[in-house]
């Protein structure tokens, strides 16, 4: 549940008001002990919040990433450096990329809502093909792969990227997000993923669902 | 006693101009499909017009379709900017890297001329379908909107950071874009097009927020489209239309295509007498249907939005994904001459 505060930072990202943003999460750092998890607890309400909104057809996807944008850049003074080993800091090794097409805003999304949660997955970029994602993927061990789409043939592909994965012997699941998802809601299972995110907030919840965070 | 059937021109006229015609136009709208149907690579399929022009009779024959369409592929337009276009052996070719990799080149960006190759390739199309539909049936142009077109020409992330934080260089971009749209669209009209298709994506509430598309995208296309020298359908490429609609209408826009995610019913009582309405089966879940489950599809769609007339069925992309099956399209022709036959019985 968002609080008065939560919502008055909100009301100013979404106005993409960044003195008032930046003033209201100084106050909630403030009022929070001046700890990070004070203000990673509001930021993520928040950007969950819009993840909804936009899911229900309330927001638009302008609104989505330029929040996100705006609070990385706002969030960042407050939060400790992170390592420089594996880019994921905590939880499963992650990796994150665009199957075949060039399309990176959903990657941005998904990628900006794991850094909210303290989760940096490794970035293979984009237009790369599933053999490529799945020999990476082997050779740096990756436990859980999000794949996002955006268009009904590259979204297929998954279907060989799974088979190529268990072809190497690698138990890594898959999840996956994009349109093509999005309009046929049964497309996820039937390509082989083991989870599909209708928002980029999902991402981590399905991580649980999928067995690779406890 | 039945009327005499119409020519599919006849059909579509009197639907656009929101009357009841014969039965509810059917545009399937078949772009890299052509290349299965010529049994030719998609790359080499679009190098070849009079192979194109070909596939667009055939396609039309085969499933009694109301329209010839050409329109080859989005990133086409990127192509004479100087873009890199990726073309894949199962879909649509797709745009490479942006070729605006700062904002800053924006200054320096030029109007491509019409001669580029790519875009002769389509205008020698456009003659070819001129000849082929004989005055009977309508012949579709497409231009992607100066609005939605940066998405390919510097990428989703660096234009919506344009849009919000960069005026200036917005705007200049917005000149730029609505200079080459103006002229490929007449180019494309007067080499044969009836009518032209207006690409918008970037034109929903799913997009950007209605006050941004009020001040951006909304005074673009009334100012591109008043240019235009042809009828021009706005077409949001599966974005949902409920939101902007009733703006599009203002642009000077006749035909809205929408989305599957839209109310079909409720969007058609927006804007009857207003706009026509072209859509809205869902292409990806297409891939799958059963004959019965394209039947029920275009049934519903039917009675929800053609009684009146102002509607012409069609998927709700702008193009068949090369996945979905004849056996589908042949369902989808059936249940349009079943059920898409005036007087329409049900609500809307």
């Not at chain 1, 638009?60 to 929040?67: D, E, G, H, K």
């Not at chain 1, 082997?138 to 990227?161: C, N, P, Q, R």
């Not at chain 1, 890594?172 to 497309?187: M, Q, Y």
Request: aromatic share 8%.
């Amino acid at each position: 549940m968002i609080d008065v505060a939560g919502n008055a930072f909100k009301d100013a990202i979404l106005s993409m008001d960044r003195s008032t943003a930046g003033s209201e999460l100084r106050r909630i750092w403030e009022n929070g002990g001046r700890t990070p998890a004070s203000v990673e607890s509001v930021v993520r309400l928040v950007l969950e919040d819009i993840g909804n909104e936009w899911e229900r057809g309330d927001l638009s996807l302008a609104q989505v990433y330029m929040s996100g944008v705006l609070c990385e850049e706002l969030v960042a003074p407050f939060l400790p450096e992170r390592g420089s080993a594996f880019p994921s800091d905590k939880g499963p090794r992650m990796a994150i990329a665009v199957l075949e097409d060039r399309h990176t805003l959903g990657k941005r999304l998904v990628s900006s809502a794991l850094h909210a949660e303290g989760y940096f997955p490794t970035d293979y970029g984009s237009g790369l093909n599933a053999e490529r994602i799945a020999e990476r993927a082997g050779e740096e061990g990756v436990e859980v792969l999000l794949i996002s789409t955006l268009m009904l043939h590259a979204a297929l592909k998954v279907a060989d990227l799974r088979k190529r994965l268990e072809s190497l012997g690698l138990p890594t699941r898959i999840i996956v997000g994009g349109a093509p998802f999005r309009l046929d809601e049964s497309l996820w299972r039937e390509v082989g993923a083991h989870a599909f995110g209708p928002t980029a907030h999902s991402a981590l919840s399905l991580m649980h669902s999928v067995g690779v965070i406890a | 006693m039945n009327a005499p059937a119409m020519t599919s021109l006849e059909r579509v006229l009197t639907a656009l101009s929101h009357k009841e015609p014969d039965r509810t136009p059917l545009f399937l709208l078949f772009s890299h499909y052509g290349a299965k149907e010529m049994g030719m690579s998609i790359r080499e399929y679009f190098r070849r017009p009079d192979r194109i022009a070909e596939a667009q009779r055939r396609l039309r024959d085969k499933f009694d379709t109301d329209c010839l369409y050409g329109f080859l592929y989005g990133p086409l337009e990127v192509e004479a900017w100087g873009g890199e276009v990726i073309f894949a052996d199962d879909g649509p070719p797709n745009a490479g890297q942006p070729f605006i990799r700062s904002p800053a080149q924006i200054r320096d960006l030029d109007v491509p001329k019409m001669d580029a190759p790519s875009l002769g390739i389509v205008l020698d199309t456009l003659r070819r379908l001129r000849d082929v539909a004989a005055g009977e049936a309508p012949v579709i142009g497409v231009v992607m909107s100066p609005f939605s077109l940066p998405v390919m020409q510097m990428g989703f992330e660096p234009y919506l950071r344009l849009i919000y934080e960069e005026q200036e260089l917005f705007e200049r971009l917005m000149r730029v874009n609505s200079a080459f749209c103006v002229a490929w669209a007449n180019a494309q009209i007067e080499a044969g097009a009836n009518a032209i298709c207006y690409f918008d994506p970037l034109a929903s509430t799913d997009m950007i927020p209605l006050k941004m598309y009020r001040r951006t995208g909304f005074s673009v296309a009334r100012d591109v489209i008043s240019r235009i020298n042809g009828p021009t359908a706005t077409h949001l490429a599966s974005a949902r239309a409920s939101g902007t609609a009733d703006l599009i209408a203002e642009t000077g826009a006749t035909i809205l295509g929408f989305s599957c995610q839209d109310d079909a019913a409720a969007l058609k009582r927006q804007v009857r007498g207003k706009l026509s309405l072209l859509g809205a089966l869902n292409g990806v879940a297409m891939r799958r249907w059963t004959p019965e489950e394209a039947e029920a599809t275009v049934r519903a769609l039917i009675r929800s939005c053609a009684p009146g007339g102002g509607f012409l069925l069609a998927d709700n992309h702008g193009e068949i994904p090369w996945h979905v099956k004849e056996e589908t399209l042949f369902a989808v022709r059936d249940a349009v001459r079943q059920w898409g036959r005036y007087p329409i019985s049900g609500e809307c």
